[in-house]
């Protein structure tokens, strides 16, 4: 394979090629060049190597191979008869930068680094055709990687637009479901708090527990529903906000009265500050409850026993939104790693292992459906606000905490402190 045997004119086809050589350049680059043939499939450079020669492809075709990863790699180009490869390593002096196997039955001239060199300070036009070939190259490359880019962007917009189609499909399963199983679980709740009035049940204990189990099963049950309901509302950009000035301290102290029991069973402090200062916001006072009531919710499911659940309020000039309400739900909980911070806000996205989450709502790390915060978006949203977490990091030792922060546009209205109207 390494002889000139059986290929009588390499200087005549050197001479094709490099026009420009005297004859005695073109013999001593003639003298340098081995012959060697190829099988196909067979490799000539690898990728990776030395590059301490370049060749001509003289008969048959040769492919390019670049690696993508480990386990692929792709045909960057075919070359064909009076074509280069290789010249690139030994300019860089550098290892090759891509394998080469023939593709049929293939002779290639083999011209090392040395020779190579003189002949290209001898001929010009060696050089420019050598450079001419590297440029068309690289518009090659760059011509097929936009080409590529191109159909990838196609195929990740037909994946995006299936799975949206699929999202889709379960949300409506989802609605039709919580739908079609709130008017039975209602009517079951009814009945079984209608139990809890009979002499019978009151009067035996274990028969209280019961039915007092049965309640309030029930009522979780109708509550998760009830937020699958208003979920897909919110996600349909369904959401009518019936607007009217809503006062923040009204709407925490419903808050803490409706957590009042878990706040004292698990020992945590509710601190509220600024709310008082804050004026009236025009906005839908049911979803606004609603969505501060997931957050407090959230920071006290999140926060360790003992631990400290603070809303701070006050007006700040927000760019794009104007003069705005801001309220900061801060805990001292398990803390929040950087990459869910946003996913957190997806519909049924739970950090960690479902199956993990101990039960009760207000237990710590107490299961839930994972609709809170993306119904809390939601409101927020349909209200023309802003809302997102900050957390240094989630550590069940350390307890960094957490801070879910909301915005809301108080747009030209002057309604006056919140206070007038609050608690
Ligand atoms: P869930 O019903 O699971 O509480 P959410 O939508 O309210 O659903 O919250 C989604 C996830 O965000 C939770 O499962 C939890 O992992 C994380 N999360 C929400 N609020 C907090 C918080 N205050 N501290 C730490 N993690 C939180």
Known sequence: MVTNQGFP??????????????????????????????????????????????????????????????????????????????????????????????????VVLEIGR??????????????????????????EADRRALAELRETNEQLRQALARLERLDRTKSDFIQVAA?????????????????????????????????????????R??????????????????????PSPVSFPVVFQGIRDEFARALEERRLTFETKGLHDLPFCQAD??????????LVNNAIKYTPDGGRITVSGEVVEVPGLGRCVQIVVEDTGIGIAPEDLDLIFEKFYRVGEASLHSSGTTAFKGGGPGLGLAIARGVILAHGGRIWAESPGYDEEACPGSQFIVQLPLGDQDLGLSENGGA
């Open 114 to 139: 040395d020779p190579f060199l003189r002949v290209l300070g001898a001929s010009p036009s060696l050089a420019v055709r050598i450079l001419v070939q590297l440029s068309r190259r690289l518009v």
């Open 179 to 219: 739908h079609e199983l709130r008017t039975p679980v209602a009517a079951l709740l009814g009945y079984a708090q209608m139990m809890q009035d009979y002499p019978l049940v009151q009067r035996d204990e274990q028969l209280r527990a019961l039915v007092q189990g049965v309640v309030d099963s029930t009522d």
């Open 285 to 294: 006072p049911v979803l606004i409850y609603k969505a501060f009531r997931h």
């Open 9 to 106: 004119s390499v200087e005549d086809f050197l001479r094709t090629l490099f026009f420009g050589l005297d004859e005695e350049e073109l013999a001593q680059l003639a003298r340098a060049a081995r012959i060697r043939r190829f099988s196909e499939g067979e490799e000539i450079c690898r990728e990776g190597g030395p590059g301490d020669a370049f060749y001509v492809v003289v008969e048959g075709r040769v492919g390019v191979y670049k690696k993508i990863d480990e386990a692929e790699e792709r045909r960057l180009n075919t070359l064909g008869a009076g074509k280069f490869f290789g010249e690139m390593a030994l300019i860089q002096e550098g290892t090759r930068n891509a394998t080469v196997r023939a593709l049929e039955p293939t």
């Open 221 to 242: 049950l109708h509550r998760i529903f009830n937020s699958i309901l208003d979920l897909s509302r919110v996600i349909e950009g369904d959401v009518k906000i019936h």
